[in-house]
Each structure stands twice: as C-alpha cells, then as structure tokens.
C-alpha cells in the first residue's frame, strides 16, 4: 500500500514539474543578482568565454579569468574592467592537473572563494581516428572533461561550506548524439554531460540546495571551431550555425534562472530524444536524411590543412 501511495506522489511531482517547465517557456523565472559573486571562467581568451566574461561583468559579479593564451586572456580582461568590475587573469593549461590546482590554490589566496563556475573551455583535434597522433586525441579528453573534475575539486568544497555557489558546464549537443569523425569530441562532450549530471545528483542527494548546476548543450557555434561543417543545404536554412553573442545570451537567462539544462536552439531536445527512442538503424537513416552523417567531413579537410602536426582546434 505504501508503495501505491508514493507512486502516485511520484506521479504528482512529475506532473508538476512538467507542467512547471512548460510554463517557464512563455513566462520566464526572474533572473537572480550576481553583483558581487566570484565567477572563474575558463576559456576566458576564446569567443564564448570572452563573451561569457563580458555578460558576467555586466550584471556586476567580479571574474576570474582562465586562458592558456595569455594575450588573448588579458585582452578579454581589459574589456571587461571597462564595465567596472575587478577582473584577474591568470594563464592556465587545463590539459594539466597540478597547473589547474596551483592555479586554484592562488585564486583563493589573492581574490577569495569562487562562487561562481564556468567550465567554457573546449578543444577539438580535427583530425580522423586513425591519423590522429595520441596527444592530440589525450588533450581533448584532458581540456574537454577532466579538467571539470579538477576545476570542480578545487572549488565545490568552498561552496558547500557556505551552502551557496553555481557550477555551469559548457557541454555540446555532440555530448547528446553523434556524428562521424570527432570521436575525440563526442567523447569528451558525452563525459562532460555524464559528469555534470551526476554531480547535480550529487548535490541534491546532499541537500546542498543552495548550489546550482546548468548544463548548455549548444548547437554548433560560429566561433571558427568547426569550420566547414554542413548539414544538408535545405535543413542547412533552417538550423544555421549560432551566433556566439546568441548562444552566451541564452545561456545566461538560463543561469540567472537557475535553469538545470538548456539546448541551444530548443530544436535539439527533438534528436536527443529520438536517439533514445528510435532503434539505432532508424536514426541512422535520419541522419543521412539530414546530412548529419557526413557533415563534418569538410571540416576535417580544413582541420588538416590548417593545422600542423601536434595542434588542436580551439573554441
């Protein structure tokens, strides 16, 4: 009997919640303040982590900025500080563990405990399985996903004391389905989406309600990541690539939300559900159909006439 009255309980909140997200497209949740919050960013010299910055900055929390390019990071901390906020750059190779938590150890000594983070920062090799040297395919695993588990450890414990932070997890919709010819990619977006899941699990299981999570699944991006890549022309005009600004924008209605996930544009939710539905052939031929199958062949015949031996694309 008492296995009949939680299921309909179970049931209730369901509706509930289902019925709650259903109304929170048309009227939107009123965003929170993060005036005054410690937000680390990382990827920070790239198109979306300088924007993400930017939008940050805006709504007045102070950054903590992460890049391996030191020139592009500096460049986005010197925008920043003209919205009039204290901006700390700091050159960080994510695809090693002891940078990231010496790092990590020097932000809490000279700015205080983050708040607030962005785990933005992504690469991609652009080359085929077989002829993709080792290091390239080790360094997009290493940036792409376990760099949120370093970035995480360093962080989270500071926000659990205090009950109160936000984790974002920039992920992909190639962390939701595939395509051939980034395994590396697909890889490391499907390890973020796991690892960011389970630590919301994590969270709640805890009662640490005062801690956020939101994970972004975006579309391809305009950013010069994957240039090339095509779906089929017809569709092509329907799902074009998303403008950077866009994308960063949307995202950060659903931080300030405290939104738990996003697909950009909402259109993905439609193949991420039909992968778990449809028998695997069945997907395959939607695929052809769209032009998913192939589309980012052309991208890879530029990856390997632009970059040398040993490089990696950079968002």
Request: with cysteine; proline share 4%.
């Amino acid at each position: 009997m008492l296995l009949v009255v939680e299921l309909l309980l179970m049931l209730i909140d369901v509706a509930y919640f289902i019925l709650r997200a259903v109304v929170r497209v048309f009227f939107h949740p009123r965003p929170k303040s993060v005036d005054g919050e410690l937000c680390l960013i990382t990827g920070a010299g790239g198109v979306l982590g300088r924007l993400f910055a930017l939008e940050f900055a805006k709504e007045g929390a102070r950054l903590v900025l992460w890049d391996c390019d030191t020139v592009a990071n500096e460049r986005t901390a010197q925008l920043a500080r003209k919205q009039g906020v204290e901006v700390r750059a700091y050159t960080v190779d994510l695809s090693k563990r002891q940078s990231v938590y010496d790092a990590a150890e020097r932000v809490r000594a000279e700015v205080g405990d983050v708040s607030i983070l962005v785990n933005n920062a992504g690469v991609v090799a652009g080359r085929r399985l077989l002829e993709c040297p080792d290091e390239l395919l080790e360094r997009t695993l290493l940036v792409n996903c376990h760099a949120l588990f370093w970035t995480t450890k360093a962080f989270l414990p500071q926000m659990k004391v205090r009950n109160h932070g936000h984790i974002v997890t920039i992920a992909s919709a190639l962390g939701l389905f595939t395509t051939a010819c980034v395994e590396d990619y697909c890889a490391s977006k499907f390890g973020a989406v796991g690892f960011h899941e389970s630590l919301a699990h994590e969270l709640r299981v805890e009662n640490n309600d005062g801690i956020k999570t939101t994970l972004v699944c975006p579309y391809i991006v305009d950013t010069g990541m994957f240039s090339g890549c095509e779906i089929r022309k017809e569709i092509r005009k329907l799902i074009p690539p998303l403008q950077p600004l866009y994308t960063v924008q949307r995202s950060m209605k659903a931080i300030l939300g405290d939104q738990e996930m996003i697909c950009i544009p909402r259109i993905i939710y439609i193949p991420f559900i039909a992968r778990a539905l449809l028998p695997w052939d069945a997907n395959v031929v939607v695929y052809r159909f769209l032009g998913g199958d192939k589309c980012m062949l052309p991208f890879i015949k530029n990856a390997e006439t632009k970059t040398s031996c040993g490089e990696s694309q950079a968002s």
